[in-house]
């Protein structure tokens, strides 16, 4: 089986293990794949079509891909040697098994998705009519503008292809500005509920703490937490579970009391988050030896409470049984 399918052009520095110049397009204009087609075309690949629907979606392939005609899906499959299938996950298999029973899919085509749920395996459809099947998911959060494409370089990418497919895939993904990861079909749930954990929960904590500290009176709560949170994720990346800091990390049990009620007062949407990122924490730093035993006890009963403020941070609360209440294990 080729590794990449023949196109109308050639290239007298392409290799055996480097896809030949290939037309592309894009099924669903979404935040992701007008910026890989972009991508794509600045490594001499050329898009000719593109699907979209709702406006957002015509207005990000006009400002990334200018030009290039907006076509339903199997006109996009019958124009292109490289088909990005970049739709939201839940909408991929019906996707893919549409086009297949259509007859859009061509012998040799390279399909290729972005979601980072699933392998190849959720385009056998597509693979049965001759497809050839890569999962390219870039581990990176999209904004819909020009930035994105600046931002793929550098940025890792979980891919999953057959073996013969794997050099192609690879090289895809180098001349996007990637670094090619190897994921295994089998692994590639894990791999994205990783990424959403360190990702998108991330979003979720920095919106709330910014939102607090304007609540303090802080005038300019991005400029604090900048250099902070920058410092913090820096150390985390070098030194994982030693960089813990904070008033959990040392068993100050008074100060996450405190917190607790403060938040309840202020702000109770976010009381659950607290409690559950604390627990975390303190079960992590008791693991690696930061959260001396002692202080453990008064720590775990304000956290076994809740948040409910009945918690003196003696510890009489909590009766030594943390397997229900207290942390219960954090293995990823």
């Not at 898009?47 to 392939?61: E, F, L, Q, W």
């Not at 890569?134 to 990418?157: E, K, N």
């Not at 919106?207 to 913090?232: F, I, K």
Request: aromatic share 2%; net charge negative; with cysteine.
């Amino acid at each position: 089986m080729s590794t990449v399918p023949p196109t109308d052009s050639t290239d007298s520095t392409d290799t055996q293990d480097r896809p030949a110049r290939l037309t592309v397009g894009v099924v669903g204009a979404g935040r992701v794949g007008p910026a890989l087609a972009a991508s794509l075309q600045l490594a001499g690949h050329r898009p000719v079509a593109a699907s979209g629907v709702s406006d957002a979606s015509r207005r990000r392939a006009e400002k990334l891909l200018p030009g290039v005609p907006l076509v339903p899906p199997a006109e996009v499959l019958r124009r292109a040697d490289l088909v990005l299938l970049t739709v939201p996950d839940d909408a991929l298999p019906g996707l893919v098994t549409g086009l297949a029973e259509t007859g859009a899919v061509r012998p040799g085509q390279l399909l290729v998705h972005t979601s980072g749920r699933y392998g190849v395996s959720v385009l056998e459809p597509a693979l049965r009519a001759g497809a050839l099947p890569l999962a390219l998911h870039p581990a990176m959060t999209f904004t819909g503008s020009p930035v994105d494409v600046q931002r793929l370089a550098g940025c890792s990418f979980g891919v999953t292809a057959p073996e013969e497919l794997r050099l192609a895939a690879e090289a895809l993904v180098i001349e996007m500005g990637g670094e090619p990861e190897w994921i295994s079909e089998e692994n590639r749930p894990l791999y994205h509920a990783a990424l959403a954990l360190g990702s998108n929960h991330l979003i979720t904590l920095v919106a709330q703490s910014m939102e607090l500290l304007r609540t303090a009176g802080v005038g300019a709560p991005d400029r604090m937490l900048g250099p902070l949170l920058g410092a913090a994720l820096d150390n985390a990346l070098r030194s994982g579970d030693a960089a813990l800091t904070g008033p959990v990390a040392r068993g100050d049990a008074g100060t996450v009391a405190a917190h607790i009620a403060e938040l309840r007062e202020h702000s109770p949407q976010t009381v659950a988050g607290y409690v559950a990122m604390a627990r975390a924490t303190a079960d992590r730093a008791l693991a690696h030896g930061l959260l001396k035993a002692e202080l453990a006890e008064d720590l775990l009963g304000v956290l076994a409470d809740q948040g409910t403020g009945t918690g003196s941070g003696t510890g009489t609360d909590a009766d030594g049984d943390d397997e229900e209440n207290g942390p219960e294990g954090n293995d990823r």
